[in-house]
């Protein structure tokens, strides 16, 4: 698994943004395809976004497509999350994660270790 260390979370209200950004460790992380999840009050860790090692191929969650765009500059080891039209029902924990297993549509993207950044909390308001 990859070393990551999540930050940008904050308070909005509904309707705004915030960027979520993950600085990840080790010099195979170019290698690698990597992603997002969120866990929010009560709900199982579930997929948001993931992109390919080569940035080429992205994934994302039904509740968030079209609002949410995930990128990354292998150069910094860094990877991003834009979210855009933020809804009351995204406020969870947010956590970035990888190496994951890139799996034929329609099937999602998965993360199979059990290592977990602190993640960075998301709330927003109504």
């Known amino acids: 698994q990859v070393q990551v260390v999540e930050s940008g979370g904050g308070l909005v209200q509904a309707g705004g943004s915030l960027r979520l950004s993950c600085a990840a460790s080790?010099?195979?992380?170019?290698?690698?395809?990597m992603g997002w999840f969120r866990q929010g009050p009560g709900n199982e860790r579930e997929f948001v976004a993931a992109i390919s090692w080569s940035g080429g191929d992205t994934s994302y969650a039904d509740s968030v497509k079209g609002r949410f765009t995930i990128s990354r500059v292998n150069a910094k080891n860094t990877v991003d999350l834009q979210m855009n039209s933020l809804k009351p029902e995204d406020t969870a924990v947010y956590y970035c994660?990888?190496?994951?297993?890139?799996?034929?549509?329609?099937?999602?993207?998965?993360?199979?270790?059990?290592?977990w950044g602190q993640g960075t909390q998301v709330t927003v308001s109504s």
């Open positions: 080790g010099r195979t992380f170019s290698r690698y395809h």
């Open positions: 994660a990888g190496p994951l297993t890139w799996l034929p549509a329609p099937r999602r993207p998965e993360y199979r270790y059990d290592y």
